[in-house]
């Protein structure tokens, strides 16, 4: 189980260099109406810069998600602007804060809040915040695919499922931020223009390829969703290495069919030879075959002189 240091804050903001400094290798910044509390594109930069990463969820109102539905619609809107202005790329998650001690009651907003948000952005797009039994509940609702919980409102108890866990407090860089934990690799971080990062992807994900490669292999029903899994794209990458691998099976059928001219010829060539020597004994027949084969040979050196033969591997642009 990964354990990844990380922390949050609001309003006053450590700077990069003090997370650096403290070890830390990710922060988890808000979105909301009010923009002075709000990650900016600048912060997540500079927090890039230094090596940490940025995660994102969503707060207006503590009990905002007891409006339902509609309310997480507008939202998951809200959000994923205010997200893609600071650079997050729009397959990351947004984490949506349930900020209080909901009883078994009021899940049945949040879950709807959920399902609202979920309709803005997938709901492979969407967390939620909170104590253990509103994590625990969304979870097995089907009604978040991410979740971070806070130590508040767990009674001591811990989510499995939680990627990040959210504890004390500290002083870092002059302001009080809340440490939290990341118990999994890929935990809805990102870095404006680095992401997916490398380390975070799987051999099974899927990599978009550009339009030409379906428009190459029409009938290839593979390639009909223009995505293939990222273990197919190592080495020398999928487009050159598949046209190589065809180009090397025609170059491989084409000297097979020059083997069998030359086999076609040298029958020809000996037929003649037979052909002669039933007139002139005198002919050495396998010398005059070699003799002839030789000659058609050198003819053939002299007209590919000059001559280069080019495989095209590069795909179109």
């Given amino acids: 189980m990964a354990s990844i240091p990380g922390l949050d804050y609001a309003w006053s903001h450590p700077g990069g260099a003090a997370v650096k400094a403290a070890g830390k290798k990710f922060a988890c910044r808000y979105l909301s109406p009010d923009r002075s509390k709000n990650l900016s594109r600048a ?35 809200a959000a994923a602007a205010q997200a893609a202005a600071c650079g997050m790329p729009s397959s ?27 309709s803005v952005l ?6 939620v915040y ?3 039994y509103v994590v625990k509940r969304a979870l097995d609702g089907g009604h978040a695919k991410w ?22 407090q500290a002083s870092i860089g002059g302001v009080s931020c809340d ?37 190459h292999w029409p009938t290839d029903k593979g390639l009909a969703d223009k995505k293939i899994p990222v273990w197919v794209t190592l080495g020398s990458g999928y ?15 084409m000297v097979a069919k020059l083997q069998a001219s030359e086999a076609a ?13 039933r007139v002139d004994t005198a002919i050495d027949v396998p010398a005059l075959v070699a003799q002839v084969r030789q000659e058609v040979t050198d003819a053939a050196s002299k007209a590919l002189e000059g001559l280069h033969i080019s495989v095209t591997t590069t795909p179109e642009g």
């Avoid at 979740?147 to 004390?168: E, H, L, P, V, Y």
């Avoid at 487009?239 to 059928?253: F, P, Q, W, Y």
């Avoid at 010829?265 to 020597?277: G, H, K, V």
């Fill in 92 to 118: 990351r998650p947004i984490y949506f804060a349930v900020d209080f001690d909901a009883t078994p009651g009021q899940q049945t907003a949040i879950n709807a809040y959920l399902d609202g948000a979920a």
């Fill in 179 to 215: 440490l939290n934990t990341a118990l999994a690799d890929d935990y809805g971080q990102w870095m404006p223009g680095i992401t997916p990062q490398e380390d975070d992807m799987q051999l099974g994900d899927q990599v978009p390829l550009g339009d030409w490669v379906p428009r």
């Fill in 147 to 168: 979740a971070w919980q806070t130590f508040a409102w767990s009674g001591g108890q811990w989510d499995k499922r939680a990627a990040i866990r959210q504890g004390k």
């Fill in 43 to 77: 912060e997540a930069d500079d927090l890039a810069a230094h090596g940490v990463s940025s995660v994102v969820v969503w707060e207006s109102t503590a009990k905002r998600p007891l409006s339902g539905k509609s309310a997480g619609a507008e939202d998951a809107k």
């Fill in 265 to 277: 010829q040298t029958a020809a060539i000996t037929a003649m030879a037979q052909a002669l020597a």
């Fill in 130 to 132: 909170g104590g253990y």
């Fill in 122 to 127: 997938g709901r492979a797009r969407v967390g």
């Fill in 239 to 253: 487009a050159h290495s598949r046209i190589a691998h065809e180009n090397t099976d025609k170059l491989v059928a």
